[in-house]
């Protein structure tokens, strides 16, 4: 039954992900994301402090027309990982970027293509309280994204240097010998 269920999900995320977004999303792209950011988390040397009873949360936020893409990609997460990062129970939200809340403090925040301004506040927000943010489109360094990925032959995990100083976050060392740091 659960092989059933999982089956059906899989089956669902991938016709969600046709033709309803006001932006073009890479599948595969998205696909990778959701496998490594999740992992990423866990290189933070400080992320038990930035958990709440032993949860990870991970807010995906979104324009209002990219919701079905948020949903994708919750799916895609919620398939790999089955709601538990490492020992952590892990939950992810999706979140339209009118409705962010800042009083609501998440362990990574994960941005879908938006407005600078709107990418400016989140990013502001999570440096503040020490956390990550993935960004689907490393472009948005300009606006103090932390991490994106980038696929070409090969996949590269970028590291936006100016940011990281006013995030404060402490990675595991091998987390710099993964990522490529871009200025």
């Given amino acids: 039954m659960k092989s059933l ?3 059906l999900l899989l089956a669902g995320i991938f016709l969600m992900s046709f033709g309803v977004n006001a932006y073009d999303y890479d599948p595969l792209l998205m696909r990778a994301q959701a496998t490594i950011f999740p992992k990423i988390i866990l290189l933070d040397k400080d992320i038990n402090e930035k958990h709440d009873d032993g949860n990870i949360a991970i807010v995906i936020l979104h324009a209002k027309q990219e ?9 895609l997460i919620f398939l790999k990982y ?14 339209d970027f009118d409705s962010f809340d800042q009083e609501k ?8 293509k938006g407005t600078n301004e709107i990418h400016e506040k989140i990013t502001s927000h999570a440096a503040s309280k020490k956390r990550l943010v993935f960004s689907y ?8 994204a932390l991490i994106s990925i980038l696929m070409k032959e090969k996949t590269y995990i970028y590291l936006n240097k100016q940011a990281i100083h006013s995030y404060d976050i402490n990675f ?11 200025e």
Avoid: Q
């Fill in 172 to 182: 595991l060392p091998l987390f710099y010998k993964i990522v490529k740091v871009i």
């Fill in 137 to 144: 489109d490393y472009k948005d360094f300009t606006n103090n």
């Fill in 5 to 7: 269920y999982k089956t």
């Fill in 82 to 95: 089955m709601n538990h990062l490492g020992k952590n129970k892990l939950t992810v939200e999706t979140v």
């Fill in 67 to 75: 919701s079905a893409v948020a949903e994708n990609l919750k799916g």
């Fill in 105 to 112: 403090v998440a362990t990574a925040y994960f941005l879908l």
